[in-house]
């Protein structure tokens, strides 16, 4: 039977957080383990200028992010794991699809609809104003790191929908015009994945400021988890789930079991400073050891390089077959 192949991107776009690992990285490397699945994970770096002018923290959140992904047990061997920029075949490609998508198409992507908003309720005379043209035409490079490997299955969140609808209408256009080179590829939304509330309440995210660190000391987890919002009940009080985000947090890494024990607990009466330590015991349980890894990781950046470039070069490998027939059939050809 043939494998599924199923792809996806991580934009290395600061330092994996709680939310991140509960919400993409458990989950995808659990997916990874599946035999009848053939799996790409890539680091979309040239996705990460469209929002970051800081070559410093392209560079090292890069380093962070594949760091982490191998530190929670992401297995090269396994799963096609590189760097987008390693791949100029992905880039070519990228130019190609540009010259066969509808510019009204680009026009409609939500990304570039909500900074045209932003900048109408602001009042700006143009409406482009500030806007690049990174933005604009990212759909384009996310079709190609997708048709580039001709993926059948592409898990994202749900604000990448239209991205894969995307992704589909330009393969098609592409079939269409020049024959079926391209797979239409299928989104993937996973309504099992959990949404971590942050520190407030709200969806955990670096855009709030609410996040628990995933790799930082067992003293600094602590220190961000008493930040967590709870109420002025005191000791020996009985305490519902709903009463603070903590508990939605001890879920996402316990057993049901363990889960049922815990609302027992805060039934019974159990502190907040307590309930805190418990969490904050529970996230270093299952962290600990990764943290180990990723720091060993970290101070050894050849080691991830050497990963990220065998990774490389098995994409490559891919990738090079495609885009040839794409460029035959474009009429970018010998002359000879
Ligand atoms: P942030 O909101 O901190 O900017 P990103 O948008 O970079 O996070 O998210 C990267 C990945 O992590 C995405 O797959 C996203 O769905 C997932 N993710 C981010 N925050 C959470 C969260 N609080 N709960 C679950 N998944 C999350
Ligand atoms: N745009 C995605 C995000 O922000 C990351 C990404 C880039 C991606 N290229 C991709 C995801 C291709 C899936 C497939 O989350």
Known sequence: MKKIRVLTGVTPSGVPHLGNYVGAIRPAIAA?????VESFLFLSDYHALIKCHEPERVHESTKAVAAT??????DPERTTFYRQSDVPEVMELNWILTCNTAKGLMNRAHAYKAAVQDNVEKGQADQDHGIEMGLFCYPVLMSADILMFNADKVPVGRDQIQHLEMARDIAARFN????TLFTLPEVQIDDNVETLVGLDGRKMSKSYGNTIPLFDSDKKIQKAVNKIVTNLKQPGEAKAPDESPLF????????PDETAEFTHMLAEGLAWGEAKKLLAAKINAELSPKREHFEALMANPALIEDILQAGAAKAR???QPLLAAVREAVGIRRLS
């Open 32 to 36: 990874s383990q599946n035999p009848d």
């Open 69 to 74: 992904w191998l530190a929670c047990g992401l």
């Open 176 to 179: 269409h015009r020049f024959g």
């Open 248 to 255: 939605d947090i001890y879920k996402a890494f316990s057993t």
């Open 317 to 319: 490998r891919q990738a």
